[in-house]
């Protein structure tokens, strides 16, 4: 029985319409002084910090926690006012699927599992009335590596419930193979969704347990 359910963020519950990297692309010019420096940088399924070390390796700008900490000071600030600049949405189904998970007689427990820092999830999630749904997470600022950000997404879990879990009892739920990935690293069950920047048979090829064009229409109990 699945007793945690843990989604990714970013083309899996919302399209911002790129706020993260428009965001990150002005701290880069405004506090680093160099434009244009994401167009060469990846972003998908990835963590917070490590997108930011990858700028910093790539610019030879000293990879110290001072470094690290203005620019996240200044990415926030940035993503909040850019959040309410773009066309973002709530993808289909992820509002009512949270939903059918929370209205179950057994209800499990209903996270977050992302690269986002946990300022920038809370951001993103607010702007679209969302954030208050999720009862627990692992966040960017957790670790840099999203298969320890999994094992403490399940021990948070596993915190609330009040023991233990094991792999079986976790479901994750993201749009790209890293997420497949991630979710593997603590034996969760998968369920991919196209709703990002990865096809189905892209998907497929990472072989999660699940693979759906996205999220509308789903039972939740077909996956519990």
């Known amino acids: 029985?699945?007793?945690?359910?843990?989604?990714?963020?970013?083309?899996?519950?919302?399209?911002?319409?790129?706020?993260?990297?428009?965001?990150?692309?002005?701290?880069?010019?405004?506090?680093?002084?160099?434009?244009?420096?994401?167009?060469?940088?990846?972003?998908?399924?990835?963590?917070?910090?490590?997108?930011?070390?990858?700028?910093?390796?790539?610019?030879?700008?000293?990879?110290?926690?001072?470094?690290?900490?203005?620019?996240?000071?200044?990415?926030?600030?940035w993503l909040e006012t850019i959040l309410t600049t773009l066309d973002g949405t709530v993808l289909p189904g992820a509002r009512e699927l949270v939903a059918a998970f929370q209205a179950m007689p057994r209800r499990p427990v209903i996270g977050l599992l992302t690269g986002n820092i946990k300022q920038g999830a809370q951001l993103k999630l607010s702007h679209y009335r969302l954030w208050d749904l999720f009862a627990m997470g692992g966040y960017g600022d957790d670790h840099e590596d999203r298969n320890q950000i999994a094992v403490i997404a399940r021990d948070r879990g596993s915190k609330m419930i009040g023991s233990p879990l094991c792999g079986e009892e976790i479901l994750v739920i993201g749009d790209t193979p890293r997420d497949i990935e991630c979710g593997r690293a603590i034996g969760a069950r998968i369920l991919a969704v196209a709703t990002g920047s990865f096809s189905l048979d892209q998907l497929r090829a990472h072989q999660p347990d699940w693979v759906r064009e996205n999220l509308a229409g789903l039972d939740a109990a077909q996956f519990l």
């Open 1 to 77: 029985m699945i007793r945690l359910v843990l989604f990714d963020i970013d083309g899996t519950l919302i399209k911002t319409g790129g706020a993260g990297e428009k965001a990150f692309a002005k701290v880069c010019e405004r506090e680093f002084n160099i434009p244009n420096a994401t167009k060469d940088l990846n972003f998908a399924g990835r963590t917070d910090p490590a997108i930011v070390r990858d700028f910093f390796k790539q610019f030879g700008i000293a990879q110290t926690p001072e470094h690290f900490a203005r620019f996240f000071s200044a990415y926030v600030i």
